[in-house]
């Protein structure tokens, strides 16, 4: 594998993630102590800021992985910082994920690290760099879901509990959504190596729309149902509760009014 070749300054974590992560670090403290006169703001501000982690850590993942794949470009291009800012399409990773997360409760995957392709030989390289976002989505979502499959939910406060379940919940979303093979996806991105040449070039018009056409389809009651029947399997696989995931998203809008149910679990 290539040696890796950076300047320092090219890894150190910015102080934009950092604060970033004091944010998640201190809203998730006032999540679990009921700190806040207002739980569900913040569940909010909790979820959300975690959110925006998992994408700079999705995005990192594949940068770091190309980088150790030969493409040492992606320090100089500030990947490797965790910035959120320096990502080159961060209405597409940040500001339209969270909007989505904020409308509907779903993971909008991201895409904004560019990899060039020349400097990496391999077929299994290029593929596992665009595995690698989405696998970190799956590492989020089971240490979101630890609690609830190693039966330890004891002492965890509802509010909680019920920031965890949906997080875990938009971070299967996530990674089901960016592991489908459509082009512009990073299922796509994992077997385009292994397709003809031919094939990649009657596709590759069609990347810019991918995204546009998967969420086009999800509009479809049928296919709707389908996806969101994949995602409740994964979760009653990972044994979280509907009913946490129901109040963790009735709590996460916190401007709408919440079920009386959920502040019965509290």
């Avoid at 150790?68 to 490797?80: E, F, P, R, T, W």
Wanted: charged letters at 15%.
């Amino acid at each position: 594998m290539t040696t890796a070749t950076t300047r320092p300054g090219d890894r150190q974590v910015s102080s934009v993630f950092v604060g970033i992560l004091a944010v998640t670090a201190v809203t998730g403290w006032a999540t679990w102590t009921g700190y806040a006169e207002q739980p569900g703001i913040a569940v909010f501000l909790f979820v959300t800021a975690a959110w925006i982690v998992s994408l700079c850590l999705h995005e990192y993942a594949h940068a770091r992985t190309a980088l150790h794949s030969g493409d040492i470009s992606v320090g100089a291009k500030g990947y490797l910082t965790l910035n959120p800012l320096k990502y080159t399409h961060a209405l597409l990773s940040i500001v339209l994920p969270v909007v989505f997360v904020i409308m509907g409760g779903i993971g909008l995957p991201g895409g904004a690290v560019f990899i060039e392709r020349n400097r990496i030989r391999g077929r299994w390289r290029h593929s596992l760099i665009s595995a690698a976002g989405p696998l970190t989505n799956v590492l989020f979502a089971a240490v979101c879901t630890a609690p609830f499959w190693l039966d330890a939910l004891d002492g965890v406060p509802a509010d909680f509990r019920f920031a965890l379940a949906f997080l875990a919940l938009l971070q299967v979303t996530a990674a089901i959504l960016n592991f489908l093979p459509v082009p512009g996806l990073d299922g796509y991105g994992v077997i385009e190596p292994w397709l003809s040449y031919k094939v990649k070039r009657q596709v590759e018009p069609f990347a810019p729309f991918g995204l546009l056409f998967v969420f086009a389809v999800l509009w479809l009651p049928a296919v709707n149902e389908a996806f969101f029947d994949v995602v409740d399997a994964v979760m009653r696989a990972l044994d979280v509760d509907m009913f946490s995931q129901y109040c963790g998203d009735a709590q996460y809008r916190f401007w709408q009014e919440s079920p009386a149910i959920c502040s019965l679990g509290s």
